[in-house]
């Protein structure tokens, strides 16, 4: 199976990419001064069809210095479609610019657009964005048209082509005098250009009237390049006038009369390949079977009238739009084939991902079994990668107008809002087919599924308790039916596991992960595979094996962004597995880096809990670092944010972790213990009622340690600490069950958990003088900053930095020249040379490289 033509979401390459030029295209360089050459500056390519618009920006992009990114619009195309190829343009020149882009392509789409923009204005140099919009007006992309022309950095030249006028207002280039409008007038070929296209076609223009022929066309130059071939084959061009004075589609019957020209065989080739107006080697055999010919192809394809060719490595081939109208309007009488045909290309594109051309190919072949199939068989994988605008669309066709049909056209629509984050839709639609299912012989199907979506929509929200009831419905059994199979039973349990694993309910987590194992091995392997990694993720961290846990959840992370996972079925779990894995290692710089990327895609689908404990675990490094002032400021925002949820939720206690961290830093014992009480029993809660114990009670505290579980690593690790920690006069003692823990933790991945134990300092230094390995060694010199950032509260400054000297000690990591910095913030040098005084006064540091150095350690940048 060839996929190298699409993306895993569904990318056609040819259309982010200028399209090849035939062999004996006219160049028009002559035209290239009517293009606006300055930047930012927009050109406006506006001409009816059959002008050459395509074609002339072609050219002048192949000739021009600066790199193009190129965006052939498609009519089927969403406002995801518009941002996925955008970014594959970008990357066809710049392929790591883009390495986190599966955060960024899943943003709110005004936002999304925004934020590419701002990430292209990043980049050095001059480029040009083309935007190609000729053949087709896509309603779906129409509402962010002018969003997206204002939008466009300020070191792009916009190219925009259409058949008329767009309604977007360009005032803003227009006010900067940078603004060129290209039309049909300027398009038209000139005497000489036509006189030129006859000869290269071998038409004599002094015979037959043949000047006066192509006088009719007025210029218009596809109608000139289609007479000048009927003239060659000796046709009749009566036709043409008569359609000119009738007002029909001129070009359309010219088109038809070149077609004719053809012998049979191609003629009939070219109008089965007209079913669909894009195609690459493998669509054209199936379409053609033992007629396929890539000779044939690449022969109509040199001449370029009817077909053209991209450069990509997998050739793609492309109808001429004015051809493809016209061949999309002969009836294929004599195609006896053509249904199978059609399936064959919905299996095509069903193996491709490629979701939407498959259901358009199965549904135009009038089979309704396989319309059904393909859509039952796809409804999970445009579930799990986000297109629940597909499903909402198609939702239609998935049932007949009985009863049952209705009932599975709602199905699917919940299942399409749930996956888009409309949580408000899917609630409403969930609890409509609560109230049918009492009434329809299809109740346990309908019960399921509207706890299966319910389950999603509570945990998106952060309530819990009712997550809990409706996946208690939704899994009473693990068994499959009509309402869920085994991928959809292992991404219930994944939800149960998440949920066990933001409580630190280890047993269940385990517990979990052994059920989802041992379901059946049917369904969606890709994504059972995937579903299975993110679970074990979270129980190998849970049981303190970081090392693992980091590897496994990078594998889930990958998984993900290979296959375009997002939303409900995004990687969120494992990619705060990897954050915590990666704190765990001192590894702050990415650890900070993906807890900013799961913040970034929690927010883009709603999914709150994941939202706050990222940030949540940003506040803690804050805090550990000696931020109290901003640890304490961001929490009061959490806390601000929680009350606008106008949902139900349990997510308070969330927030109360971090408080809690920062009420023991600053031995606020009264206030921490305030929280403790209100908080479930997590991890952290049941380490301080322990130490509490053993407090109330020290004389049994050898039994009560002695007692502590050490099934897992993390559990053996916790109580050889605990040993260390009642034994710390007696230093042998004490560091026998350290060099312990210390030797296990090595293994894996323990790091940061050691640095926090500052009561062993000085016996961690001994043990490192025993044994100094690197990893000994590291993490007492680790220990030794860390202490010393709290100690000498390092950690905070005495005089806060202002918000312009926040923006200039960000733009410092740039590496750009200080004048370059002052223009860019468009201040004067002077009043750039007074900021960097105060701001280096505030930080305390003497120069430029050490205040970027201080400014990270603080997290200002």
């Given at each position: 199976m060839s996929v190298q033509n699409f993306t895993s979401s569904g990318v056609s390459l040819p259309r982010s990419q200028p399209p090849a030029l035939s062999a004996n295209f006219l160049s028009r360089k002559h035209l290239f001064n009517l293009f606006e050459a300055n930047v930012p500056g927009a050109t406006l390519v506006i001409a009816p069809a059959g002008f050459g618009k395509t074609t002339l920006v072609a050219e002048w992009v192949k000739e021009n210095d600066r790199p193009t990114f190129w965006y052939t619009v498609d009519v089927t195309d969403t406002i995801q479609d518009f941002q996925a190829h955008v970014i594959a343009a970008i990357s066809a020149h710049f392929p790591n610019f883009f390495a986190k882009v599966d955060q960024l392509e899943h943003f709110e789409p005004g936002e999304s657009i925004q934020l590419l923009a701002a990430a292209v204005g990043q980049l050095d140099g001059q480029y040009n964005f083309v935007i190609d919009a000729a053949r087709t007006e896509n309603h779906d992309i129409a509402p962010y048209a002018q969003l997206i022309a204002d939008s466009v950095p300020s070191n792009c030249h916009l190219v925009i082509i259409r058949r008329n006028t767009p309604m977007t207002s360009l005032a803003r280039y227009a006010a900067l005098g940078n603004l060129s409008v290209i039309t049909s007038e300027e398009l038209k070929f000139s005497k000489?250009?036509?006189?030129?296209?006859?000869?290269?076609?071998?038409?004599?223009?002094?015979?037959?009237?043949?000047?006066?022929?192509?006088?009719?066309?007025?210029?218009?130059?596809?109608?000139?390049?289609?007479?000048?071939?009927?003239?060659?084959?000796?046709?009749?061009?009566?036709?043409?006038?008569?359609?000119?004075?009738?007002?029909?589609?001129?070009?359309?019957?010219?088109?038809?009369?070149?077609?004719?020209?053809?012998?049979?065989?191609?003629?009939?080739?070219?109008?089965?390949?007209?079913?669909?107006?894009?195609?690459?080697?493998?669509?054209?055999?199936?379409?053609?079977?033992?007629?396929?010919?890539?000779?044939?192809?690449?022969?109509?394809?040199?001449?370029?009238?009817?077909?053209?060719?991209?450069?990509?490595?997998?050739?793609?081939?492309?109808?001429?739009?004015?051809?493809?109208?016209?061949?999309?309007?002969?009836?294929?009488?004599?195609?006896?084939?053509?249904?199978?045909?059609?399936?064959?290309?919905?299996?095509?594109?069903?193996?491709?991902?490629?979701?939407?051309?498959?259901?358009?190919?199965?549904?135009?072949?009038?089979?309704?079994?396989?319309?059904?199939?393909?859509?039952?068989?796809?409804?999970?994988?445009?579930?799990?990668?986000?297109?629940?605008?597909?499903?909402?669309?198609?939702?239609?066709?998935?049932?007949?107008?009985?009863?049952?049909?209705?009932?599975?056209?709602?199905?699917?629509?919940?299942?399409?809002?749930?996956?888009?984050?409309?949580?408000?839709?899917?609630?409403?639609?969930?609890?409509?087919?609560?109230?049918?299912?009492?009434?329809?012989?299809?109740?346990?199907?309908?019960?399921?599924?509207?706890?299966?979506?319910?389950?999603?929509?509570?945990?998106?929200?952060?309530?819990?308790?009712?997550?809990?009831?409706?996946?208690?419905?939704?899994?009473?059994?693990?068994?499959?039916?009509?309402?869920?199979d085994s991928s959809d039973l292992l991404a219930?349990?994944?939800?149960?596991?998440?949920?066990?694993?933001?409580?630190?309910?280890?047993?269940?987590?385990?517990?979990?992960?052994?059920?989802?194992?041992?379901?059946?091995?049917?369904?969606?392997?890709?994504?059972?595979?995937?579903?299975?990694?993110?679970?074990?993720?979270?129980?190998?961290?849970?049981?303190?094996?970081?090392?693992?846990?980091?590897?496994?959840?990078?594998?889930a992370i990958s998984q993900a962004k290979e296959f375009a996972y997002v939303g409900i079925n995004g990687p969120l779990d494992a990619m705060l597995v990897l954050a915590r894995a990666q704190l765990e290692a001192s590894d702050l710089d990415n650890c900070i880096e993906t807890l900013n990327a799961l913040m970034s895609e929690a927010s883009r689908w709603e999914i709150w809990p994941w939202f706050l404990m990222a940030e949540g675990t940003l506040i803690r490094i804050q805090i550990s670092q000696g931020a109290i002032s901003t640890g304490s400021e961001a929490i009061a925002k959490q806390r601000a944010f929680l009350a606008k949820l106008h949902t139900p939720n349990q997510l308070s206690w969330i927030i109360d972790m971090s408080e809690v961290f920062l009420r023991l830093t600053t031995k606020d014992w009264s206030r921490a213990d305030e929280l403790v009480k209100r908080m479930p029993k997590i991890e952290l809660v049941r380490q301080i009622e322990g130490n509490i114990q053993f407090s109330k009670d020290p004389k049994k505290l050898v039994s009560l340690i002695d007692a502590l579980p050490e099934r897992t690593v993390r559990e053996k690790i916790n109580k050889w600490l605990s040993e260390v920690s009642i034994n710390l006069d007696h230093e042998n003692v004490a560091l026998k069950s350290l060099n312990k823990a210390l030797a296990l933790g090595a293994e894996n991945g323990y790091h940061e958990y050691f640095i926090r134990q500052g009561g062993m300092y000085s016996l961690i230094v001994k043990a490192a003088a025993a044994k100094p390995t690197i990893y000994m060694e590291g993490l007492v010199q680790a220990m030794t900053e860390r202490l010393h950032t709290i100690n000498t509260d390092s950690g905070e400054l005495e005089e806060k930095l202002t918000q312009r000297e926040l923006e200039i000690l960000k733009h410092l990591t740039t590496g750009n020249p200080i004048s370059a910095i002052a223009k860019t913030l468009h201040i004067s040098q002077n009043t750039m040379k007074t900021h960097l005084r105060n701001t280096y006064r505030k930080l305390e540091v003497d120069g430029r490289q050490s205040a970027v150095e201080k400014g990270k350690k603080l997290l200002l940048i």
């Open positions: 000489e250009e036509v006189e030129l296209v006859a000869a290269i076609n071998g038409v004599a223009l002094d015979e037959n009237q043949n000047a006066k022929e192509l006088a009719m066309c007025e210029g218009w130059p596809s109608a000139v390049q289609l007479m000048c071939r009927n003239i060659l084959k000796g046709n009749s061009h009566t036709t043409f006038s008569t359609a000119v004075a009738a007002t029909v589609n001129p070009l359309g019957v010219l088109a038809l009369e070149s077609y004719n020209t053809f012998s049979q065989g191609t003629r009939e080739k070219l109008h089965k390949l007209a079913i669909i107006e894009e195609f690459d080697l493998e669509i054209a055999s199936v379409i053609l079977g033992k007629d396929h010919s890539e000779e044939l192809l690449n022969r109509i394809a040199i001449d370029g009238l009817f077909v053209s060719a991209s450069t990509t490595l997998n050739r793609t081939y492309r109808f001429n739009p004015i051809i493809f109208e016209a061949l999309a309007q002969i009836p294929h009488e004599n195609w006896p084939e053509k249904k199978e045909v059609l399936q064959k290309l919905a299996e095509l594109f069903t193996l491709r991902g490629d979701y939407s051309k498959a259901l358009h190919f199965s549904y135009e072949s009038g089979n309704q079994e396989q319309f059904a199939h393909t859509f039952r068989s796809s409804v999970r994988q445009m579930a799990a990668i986000g297109r629940g605008d597909l499903l909402i669309k198609w939702a239609h066709f998935a049932g007949d107008t009985s009863a049952n049909g209705e009932v599975m056209k709602k199905a699917i629509r919940v299942v399409g809002h749930l996956v888009s984050s409309e949580f408000q839709s899917a609630e409403a639609l969930a609890s409509e087919l609560e109230y049918i299912a009492g009434l329809s012989p299809d109740g346990k199907f309908l019960h399921r599924l509207s706890a299966m979506v319910k389950a999603n929509i509570h945990f998106a929200r952060g309530d819990f308790e009712r997550t809990k009831q409706s996946l208690e419905i939704a899994i009473s059994k693990l068994e499959t039916d009509d309402a869920l219930l349990l994944r939800l149960r596991a998440r949920q066990a694993f933001l409580y630190d309910d280890f047993s269940l987590l385990a517990e979990t992960y052994s059920q989802a194992k041992s379901l059946p091995g049917d369904g969606n392997h890709q994504l059972n595979s995937y579903q299975l990694a993110c679970i074990q993720s979270m129980v190998l961290y849970s049981e303190g094996q970081y090392f693992q846990a980091a590897e496994i959840s990078q594998i």
